[in-house]
């Protein structure tokens, strides 16, 4: 299993921050691999709904489709989803942490690789996947900081 953590300060209460990185009609807007979305897309997404979210690394394109596992509003939402093309189970969530002055933001993301690509994975995968969630954490930032 493969483990990428990425965390980022944002100027905005926790409240605000969870509601958006929790609506998956913002992912787009700040997420790097992501190319569309549908299902539960335009709220804060809850427990045992399911999201479809269609994404691209490099050349290649998957679709997941996720669900909330686990929502404790406004620090936790866990979601969970096996991809249609590669059959990659991953896992990623979400904590979020008031401080005085905005909220800490973490992002976990667990993934398990296919015996048939983990050549691909050690070579090129996992380094693009920790290059994105990087991005996306850096571009929720800026989007969040800007209202």
Request: proline share 4%; glycine share 2%; with cysteine.
């Amino acid at each position: 299993m493969t483990n990428v953590h990425s965390s980022v300060h944002v100027k905005q209460p926790v409240e605000k921050v969870f509601d958006y990185v929790t609506t998956a009609s913002n992912w787009p807007k700040w997420h790097p691999s992501t190319v569309s979305v549908s299902g539960a897309v335009f709220h804060p997404a809850l427990e045992g709904e399911t999201i479809v979210e269609t994404v691209r690394f490099g050349m290649a394109r998957d679709r997941f489709t996720w669900k909330v596992e686990e929502r404790q509003s406004p620090n936790r939402w866990v979601i969970r989803a096996t991809s249609e093309r590669y059959r990659q189970k991953v896992r990623i969530a979400y904590t979020l942490t008031a401080q005085d002055d905005g909220t800490l933001w973490e992002r976990e993301m667990c993934f398990d690789i296919p015996k048939s690509l983990q050549l691909l994975d050690r070579l090129l995968f996992s380094k693009l996947v920790k290059k994105n969630s990087e991005t996306a954490v850096r571009q929720l930032k800026e989007v969040m900081e800007s209202y």
